[in-house]
Nanobody, 130 residues
Framework: QVQLVESGGGLVQAGGSLRLSCAAS????????MGWFRQAPGKEREFVAA????????LYDDSVKGRFTISRDNAKNTVYLQMNSLKPEDTAVYYC???????????????????????WGQGTQVTVSS
């Protein structure tokens, strides 16, 4: 059974930082593309960042480029999202996602779409106050 468990969310002032973690189990983590998405109240889920199976390639939405960094530790089956210079518009529930239908796939822009992912975590709330 695949499980993705996010942690690290919370309340932070604008300009502050948070580090999200996503611990994965039940899948061959080191072979999978991993992604982060977010969903604000009343809005659709949107792409934030993705990372290749080996960690050497990353993909970001323009809204977070230069402020957020995605990384992974395959020895710990964990993917991270370091969020700096947070803005009130970053407030959302953040979800970790895993693509399991392929092995050691090349990271392309298709991983910016939620349908590309097979498993999802329960989400962690991030609230940025102004």
């Amino acid at each position: 059974q695949v499980q993705l468990v996010e942690s690290g969310g919370g309340l932070v002032q604008a300009g502050g930082s948070l580090r999200l973690s996503c611990a994965a189990s039940g899948l061959t983590f080191s072979r999978n593309v991993m992604g982060w998405f977010r969903q604000a109240p009343g809005k659709e889920r949107e792409f934030v960042a993705a990372i290749s199976w080996g960690g050497g390639n990353t993909l970001y939405d323009d809204s977070v480029k230069g402020r957020f960094t995605i990384s992974r530790d395959n020895a710990k089956n964990t993917v991270y999202l370091q969020m700096n210079s947070l803005k009130p518009e970053d407030t959302a529930v953040y979800y970790c996602a895993a693509e399991a239908r392929s092995s050691r796939a090349v990271l392309t822009t298709k991983y910016g779409v939620a349908d590309q992912y097979d498993y999802w975590g329960q989400g962690t709330q991030v609230t940025v106050s102004s």
